[in-house]
């Protein structure tokens, strides 16, 4: 599959409401546990998903687009949700994402991005050149990949639960 | 976190919906395509959820609470949908998996089941006695597996698209 502004957007536009039917209202035993160690709960994850939208793809595509000279990125700061959602309920999260998703998404959309434009280059702090296309295909797979692993944390709450079954449940074992 | 119906119920009544809001209306780009050879894409998925619930997780609990004397399971056809998916659209079969999921809980809630029904035992056809309790957090971790399967399909239809952020992205490597 090849990239599209239009099928990015698809899964960009609904993410915040497949978090909302997972954790609005759920327990907090499902929502604030995680996998051991340093690991993120989906109530951290949310914190990231808010953070991400702040300071990285947005304001990275901004910098893409930008008729500025020195087209390097920020680097993202992944462990700003533990200081950031400080005092905030799951459902204040959940409710800021959604917020600041739709902004961005509208934002998006006023660019009215050619295909030229989705070949404009920034640098990575780490990877070096990449192009405003990579940034926009890993933002939609980076919500895919915290869906993945808000269901992989919650799953693994189980672990002790589901007796031999373990053996048919990758999600177990990742 | 010890088994209890109550917050096992509270994953399994939602599904329903985490699979309409992730999936209906969306390009068949997406929810046709899968991770290459006989894997299943989100479209199979929701068959099998489907056949999961008129063939395995009740059923199986009304044999562990029935009174027979033989109380093995029937086995699982992990490859039914293939039949019985034919000619229906997606929307279809998320209504239809909403409709026999809904039945099933309120059959499971009518069991008004105790703790000691919950340590009833059935013999799985693979793995010998496992008990009622065991039977139902799979259920649970069973749908967390497949919504962390369909996000990680939909991810690698991207997986080109990505650039070197592939490095960072854990669900395209699974």
């Not at 933002?139 to 048919?168: C, F």
Request: net charge negative; glycine share 6%; proline share 3%.
């Amino acid at each position: 599959m090849i990239f599209s502004l239009d099928k990015a957007i698809e899964l960009l536009e609904r993410t915040p409401d497949v978090l909302n039917t997972m954790l609005l209202g759920l327990s907090a035993d499902w929502t604030s546990a995680n996998e051991g160690g340093d690991t993120w709960s989906p109530y951290d994850v949310i914190g990231h998903l808010i953070h991400g939208e702040q300071t990285d793809w947005l304001p990275r595509a901004e910098i893409i687009l930008s008729e500025s000279v020195d087209k390097t990125f920020r680097p993202f700061d992944r462990f700003a949700q533990f200081e950031d959602s400080k005092s905030k309920s799951l459902a204040q999260l959940l409710d800021e994402f959604a917020d600041v998703r739709s902004r961005n998404l509208e934002r998006l959309r006023a660019f009215n991005l050619t295909d030229s434009d989705l070949g404009k280059k920034g640098i990575h702090p780490v990877f070096g050149e990449v192009t405003l296309s990579q940034l926009l295909a890993t933002w939609a797979v980076h919500d895919l990949n915290h869906i993945a692993q808000i269901s992989r944390v919650m799953a693994k709450q189980y672990k002790n639960e589901v007796g031999p079954w373990i053996e048919y449940l990758r999600i177990l074992k990742a």
